[in-house]
Each structure stands twice: as structure tokens, then as C-alpha cells.
């Protein structure tokens, strides 16, 4: 999260909304940790990471469906998952993610 | 995640206070999350008091280790993720070997804290460059400062201040513990330790005399081979 501060801090001055990916589970290789963050705005804005970049563009768009909705959800990656192999999980581990808006209001 | 949460979290990280949030990922109240500080009554958006005090208690925990991952609980999945303090060293005795030490940790990636209670030796003139500087007595000082990440240096060369700083720097969480003084002075100190209560694996775990033996005379030198044995511990090699 230290890693990703600064960025939530710049887009909420300017009014944006943001969503954020944590990974919660890895099995087998997998080039970043549990723990690992990425942020997303609603103006398109990205920051951090959690993987290699394989599955950057999905969690990107769940993270917007997050803003819109307002719902959270944890998405799974993995070698034998369809979906994986169409965004290409090369690293040939899984990774579970959750997908969580940032509240805007107390 | 809720905005009271974040922010909390936010002031949290930023002032590196050690915290750990706990987020149901999977089961019923998806997304609702605990915010949990040592010593400190959580912030809970979850209504269930006993499972509550359950997460607390493994997420303390876990926070000690800098452990992180999901677990079950019942039917619900809860990730815990943990932000301990950044690595310290704390020396207690602000003697020579303490103003090296100071300088050498620092490009290293350490945050360093010297404590002495005696004014004179702990100016800012001689410890401008340590991160902290406290004027206490070594066993208040340690207290709530003592984490998985921390290292603690014991210089002082006196029993009376010495003694206090092992007998809560051993039973802590502290990845750490060394003090300085020779064999004979060591043989000492472990029946004094014994006879106050510390058991064999807690006295077993002190480095003494502490640091790699490199032949050290000056201060700088023993500052030296006190850095380099803490470099060692930290990369899992045992020296």
C-alpha cells in the first residue's frame, strides 16, 4: 500500500474515483507477492502492480467495473482458467486478486 | 474500502506505525474489513464480536512475523495484510561504537534509535544523524518498541543499564538481540540472566560478544563488524 499512497493521494485532489487490486494468493511462481497493490482511477489512471504485467489489463477493467458498481470481488488466474490463458498468464503459477472501490463518503 | 478505514490506514503507513487490515474476500460481507493496532481498540465494520476478537488475535500476530495471506474462518475467507515498522536498529548506550554504527546503518536501509539516559552522552551534536534520540531508561525505551524488524544493540558496558535492555529485549519479538563485552564479561551476564528468569532459549539467542570477528579495535571497526553481523542475520545467514 506505501507504494501506491501517493498516487490515491494525487487523483483524489483532483476529484477522481479510485479502485483498489490487492493479491491475496499465489501458488507456484508468481512475480509479485501477496500483498502486492495496484490502483486504478475512473479517469483511466493506473498505478503498482500485481503481476508482470499478464493480467494488468483485466484487473484494470474490473477495477473500473468496481467504481461503477461499487462492488467488490476477489478473481482468480490461473494456468487451467480459461480466462487466464486469453489474457496470458505466462509465469505458469495462479494468482487470486481482490478488486475493491475506495469509499468516497464516511 | 470504506473512506473512516483508508484514511485511517493511510495516517497509519505514512507515520510507519505497525497495522494490519483484515478484508472478508470471500463469503458473506464481502469487502468489510477490520483495522487492527497493537494496543488499540480496532475499527470493525464487522458486527460479529467473536470472530472479531478471533482475526485480531491472529492478525497481531501475524503482524509480528510480517506475515500476510487469507483465512478461513467458518464460511467467510479473510485476507490479513501486515504493515510492520520499517527495519530499526536500537542501541541502547550512546557511546562511540554508537555514533559508527548510526552512520554505517543508514545507507544500509535501517532506521536507527539511540537510547541513553544520561544527557550528556545522547546530544544531537554527536547523534544528528540518528532517526531517534531517547532520553530514557533502556527497559522504558524498549517497551512498544521492539518488533520483528527490530535489532537491539547493547553498548553500554555497565550491568545496571545493560541488564534491563536484555531482560526485555530477549523475550521480545526483536529478529536481534547483541551486547558488547568480552567472553569472561559474557559468562557473567548469562548467570545474572539465568538467575532473573530468562530461560536457556531466550539467553541463547543473545549474540555476545556481539559482531563478525574481524579484528576490530577502533570504534568505527567494531561498529563495522556490528553492521555486518546484522546484514548477515537479515539475509538468513547466522555469523
Known amino acids: ?106 | 474500502m470504506q473512506k473512516t478505514i483508508y484514511t485511517r490506514l493511510r495516517d497509519l503507513i505514512t507515520r510507519e506505525q505497525p497495522v494490519a487490515l483484515a478484508t472478508v474476500v470471500a463469503g458473506d460481507d464481502i469487502g468489510v474489513q477490520v483495522l487492527i493496532q497493537p494496543d488499540q481498540a480496532v475499527i470493525s465494520m464487522l458486527n460479529d464480536t467473536a470472530l472479531v476478537a478471533q482475526v485480531r488475535q491472529d492478525a497481531l500476530a501475524m503482524l509480528l512475523r510480517g506475515d500476510q495471506g487469507v483465512r478461513t474462518y467458518g464460511e467467510r475467507q479473510i485476507f490479513i495484510e501486515t504493515y510492520p515498522p520499517p527495519a530499526t536498529i536500537i542501541m541502547v548506550g550512546a557511546v562511540h561504537i554508537a555514533v559508527a554504527l548510526t552512520a554505517f546503518a543508514k545507507p544500509l536501509g535501517f532506521r536507527t534509535i539511540v537510547v541513553d539516559a544520561r544527557g550528556a552522552f545522547a546530544t544531537n551534536e554527536r547523534f544528528g544523524h540518528a532517526d531517534e534520540l531517547v532520553h530514557a531508561w533502556p527497559d522504558e525505551a524498549l517497551q512498544g518498541r521492539l518488533h520483528s524488524n527490530t535489532a537491539v544493540v547493547v553498548l553500554t558496558h555497565d550491568p545496571k543499564l545493560d541488564d534491563p535492555a536484555l531482560l526485555v529485549a530477549l523475550p521480545s519479538a526483536a529478529r536481534f538481540v547483541g551486547a558488547l563485552g568480552s567472553s569472561k564479561t559474557q559468562a557473567a551476564r548469562v548467570i545474572r540472566l539465568r538467575e532473573a528468569g530468562l530461560t536457556d532459549d531466550q539467553i541463547a539467542r543473545l549474540h555476545a560478544p556481539i559482531g563478525l570477528p574481524i579484528g576490530g579495535r577502533t570504534p568505527e571497526e567494531i561498529g563495522l563488524s556490528i553492521m555486518a553481523q546484522i546484514v548477515a542475520e537479515r539475509n538468513g545467514k547466522s555469523l
Open chain 1, 1 to 106: 500500500m506505501r507504494d501506491v499512497v501517493a498516487a490515491i493521494d494525487t487523483w483524489q485532489q483532483r476529484g477522481e474515483r479510485v479502485a483498489i487490486a490487492t493479491v491475496v494468493r499465489t501458488l507456484g511462481s508468481s512475480p509479485r507477492g501477496v500483498g502486492a497493490k495496484m490502483v486504478v482511477s475512473d479517469a483511466g489512471n493506473m498505478a503498482g502492480s500485481v503481476s508482470g504485467g499478464c493480467i494488468e489489463g483485466a484487473v484494470f477493467t474490473a477495477c473500473q467495473q468496481a467504481i461503477r458498481t461499487g462492488q467488490a470481488t476477489l478473481m482468480h488466474f490461473g494456468v487451467p482458467d480459461e480466462a487466464a490463458w486469453e489474457v496470458g498468464l505466462a509465469c505458469g503459477g495462479t494468482i487470486d486478486v481482490f478488486i475493491e472501490p475506495l469509499g468516497t463518503s464516511e
